[in-house]
């Protein structure tokens, strides 16, 4: 029997990712394809690099997308700047910083790392002194990590990083678009992102900014005996793949590049300030929300990402089932979490597309009513009246 025509069930995706893609970017991925070296599509990916610009806030020439989900952004930055044996510094908060340790040793790096609580970041001097220690060519860290709701500030990083000869490299895949990031005013070598979170965008393409010192590394090594281990990752390559050689490297995913334009027209279309401040407040909102309703919060909220919150799974409650029941019932998807807090916090995101008062409202509503019909004690009305307060005060 042959499977019927796809049709998706209507969800509304609250969890960290990914989420409900912006319509115009499902509109530009309709669109009819050309081949790689037609004028229109050279001219798409030239128009898609100074859109990324503009959101990674940086004049780096090498600024592209690499086709792939986020992590494929995350695999090419890492096996083109790490050579076998080259040490590297992992900051671990969360989890992602153990795929970042993970991708540098399968790089054959020397890795080192220095863990805190998820849910906690580093301190500057923390990350100074195991510079000071290790010594590494890379320094790779999360900026925005979703697994413990926590963004480790990164605008000193930067110097830190050049005091002790080392590179800076920051996976931006959950925070770019919805939380301050400046590529170069911060002294960032090299970013990774991916569509699926705050650009509001499915997953499939890697956007990344190279400086022009990371570039150089990367160059160096192509043929100089330490060659880049990777042929589809393979930055040097990918470079004269985007730049003015257009040396025939890969077929580019030309339906995901028209996403990625989009989602970085639609940014720079609003500016950056605007889209990092739509989700602080309707983060902002979910959060008062949350804890309207008497949840208890996860992590350091001082330092907590604007479009991820995590809040402790009430007692006798089992997570897991009332999770099922509010995408069933509802139609929410919520986020479980993962290693040392998994069962004991949901994560509900707030990003993209769905940065927006009703969908905050919608998921509030929704949550309350399963929080009463299991037994929580919430007063009626509280999550969303909660959330209106916070839009009141901004």
């Not at 494929?72 to 096996?79: D, R, S, Y």
């Not at 060519?137 to 830190?160: C, E, N, W």
């Not at 009626?380 to 005060?393: I, K, L, R, V």
Request: overall charge negative; glycine content about 12%.
């Amino acid at each position: 029997m042959i499977p019927g025509q796809i049709d998706p069930p209507a969800r509304l995706l609250m969890g960290p990712g990914p989420i409900n893609a912006d319509p115009r970017v499902l509109r530009a991925m309709s669109a009819q394809l050309v081949g790689q070296y037609d004028p229109a599509m050279t001219g798409y990916m030239a128009e898609t690099q100074e859109l990324f610009r503009g959101v990674f806030q940086t004049n780096n020439d090498a600024t592209l997308v690499i086709d792939g989900t986020g992590r494929a952004g995350i695999e090419a930055a890492l096996v083109s700047l790490l050579a076998p044996g080259d040490r590297v510094l992992v900051p671990i908060f969360g989890r992602f910083g153990d795929l970042l340790k993970e991708i540098a040793a399968r790089c054959g790096a020397e890795v080192h790392v220095i863990e805190r609580e998820w849910g906690t970041v580093f301190t500057p001097a923390e990350i100074d002194a195991a510079l000071a220690e290790v010594k590494p060519k890379v320094l790779a860290i999360v900026h925005g990590d979703t697994s413990a709701t926590v963004a480790q500030p990164l605008d000193d990083l930067g110097g830190i990083a050049d005091k002790h000869g080392a590179l800076l490299y920051a996976d931006v895949t959950a925070s770019l678009g919805g939380n301050t990031f400046l590529a170069d005013a911060w002294g960032v070598d090299a970013a990774t992102a991916g569509l699926q979170k705050c650009l509001a965008g499915p997953a499939g393409s890697s956007p990344i900014t190279l400086s022009d010192r990371a570039a150089q590394v990367i160059n160096a090594r192509e043929g100089a005996g330490a060659d880049i281990r990777s042929n589809y990752f393979d930055l040097a390559q990918i470079l004269d793949y985007w730049g003015p050689k257009r040396l025939n490297h890969h077929t580019e995913a030309t339906t995901m590049l028209y996403g990625a334009r989009e989602c970085a027209r639609i940014l720079v279309e609003e500016t950056m300030e605007k889209a990092v401040e739509r989700h602080r407040i309707h983060g902002a909102a979910m959060t008062a929300g949350l804890v309207g309703m008497g949840l208890q919060l996860f992590g350091d909220q001082s330092v907590r990402m604007n479009n991820v919150i995590g809040v402790y799974i009430p007692d006798g409650l089992d997570g897991e089932a009332a999770r099922a029941t509010l995408l069933a019932d509802y139609g929410i998807e919520i986020g479980t979490s993962f290693g040392p807090l998994a069962g004991k916090v949901w994560r509900i995101g707030v990003m993209g597309y769905n940065a927006r008062r009703d969908a905050v409202l919608t998921t509030l509503a929704a949550l309350e009513q399963l929080l009463r019909r299991g037994g929580v004690a919430v007063k009626q009305g509280a999550g969303t009246d909660a959330a209106f307060e916070s839009y009141a005060a901004g």
